[in-house]
């Protein structure tokens, strides 16, 4: 027979062995954690953002590199235009955050639930793929306009003043159509990268925590090795999908033409770009997305952490 406790026994208990989060209370951390990690480094590296868009839609002129760039943008329109499209990155990331590492951490967990824990942990490349993938596509659902509002600010510094404006402004002007031009390229483009830098991230813990016991870790190693996993996922991400992200950027930059469909200006986009085009901007992007990827598993681990969500699904070996 058990012997009986008083409140302040099962107190000190549960303090000592809190109960995990299940459900919404946990995915809904997860999303919020998501948002602010990816809110946070896509605001911050607006700049750089700002710069690597010129060099795709007009590599003639910004044809100097990423330092050569900025040099070009604030000689030519001030310091000011490199803070362009800040108020529709800060948003549309923080909306597609929340469903990215939301929606991974959910997929995962059904994909357990539907293969079984020893099935899914052997063939757990294949669920991490099929679960970034999955998460991807609603999440883009939500970036899309943002994206499409921001990538006109950037290549039009004089179409308006902020996200409000041009929001507003192309929905106006061009329909909501407009907002999901660039939804097929998004996807080509989103897709690809997520999937590369869910696994690659996965993979390159998983090698690093072998030698090194997570439940032993500080939690300054922890968010180390969340950095330069994160550093190695994005630089093999952004190769990935730098094709894509080149032909988002040109068929943002204007409205097609009359009757003109988005397969048809995808097409012509590609055959004007060819394979060296496709990758004008590299230099730019290597470093943007090396870095946020980088800082995005670090935060993403830190904010988990500090909202309690730790009953997160983890299927390495």
Not at 67 to 75: E, H, L
Not at 149 to 158: D, H, K, Q, Y
Not at 247 to 258: A, C, D, E, R, V
Not at 301 to 313: E, P, Q, S, Y
């Amino acid at each position: 027979m058990a012997a009986p406790t008083t409140p302040k026994i099962d107190a000190a208990i549960q303090e000592i062995a809190p109960q995990k989060l299940s459900g919404v209370q946990l995915y809904s951390r997860f999303a919020l954690a998501g948002a602010v990690c990816c809110s946070v480094t896509h605001g911050a590296l607006t700049p750089v953002d700002v710069v690597k868009t010129r060099i795709q839609l007009d590599p003639v002129k910004f044809n100097k590199g990423l330092i050569g760039g900025f040099r070009q943008v604030v000689q030519s329109e001030g310091a000011g235009a490199l803070l362009t499209g800040f108020g529709p990155t800060a948003a549309g990331y923080f909306l597609q955050g929340a469903f990215k590492f939301g929606g991974y951490e959910l997929f995962k967990q059904q994909s357990i639930n539907i293969l079984g824990y020893e099935t899914a942990s052997n063939n757990r490349t294949a669920v991490y793929l099929a679960s970034s993938a999955l998460a991807e596509f609603f999440a883009d659902i939500a970036l899309c306009p943002l994206e499409a509002t921001r990538i006109r600010l950037v290549s039009e510094p004089t179409y308006a003043s902020g996200l409000i404006g041009g929001f507003g402004k192309m929905l106006k002007n061009e329909g909501i159509g407009a907002f999901y031009a660039g939804f097929g390229p998004i996807l080509f483009k989103q897709v690809p990268y997520t999937m590369a830098k869910f696994v690659v991230y996965e993979k390159v813990s998983e090698a690093i925590y072998q030698s090194v016991d997570k439940k032993t870790a500080s939690d300054g190693l922890q968010t180390c090795i969340n950095l330069g996993s994160g550093l190695i996922a994005g630089l093999a991400a952004a190769v990935v999908s730098q094709p894509a992200d080149t032909m988002l950027s040109k068929i943002n930059k204007t409205k097609g033409l009359p009757g003109e469909g988005t397969t048809s200006r995808l097409i012509k986009i590609a055959k004007e770009l060819g394979f060296r085009g496709s990758y004008a901007g590299i230099g730019a992007r290597l470093f943007m997305v090396g870095t946020l990827t980088a800082g995005q598993f670090a935060i993403y681990g830190d904010v988990k952490k500090a909202l309690g969500a730790t009953g997160g699904v983890e299927i390495s070996k």
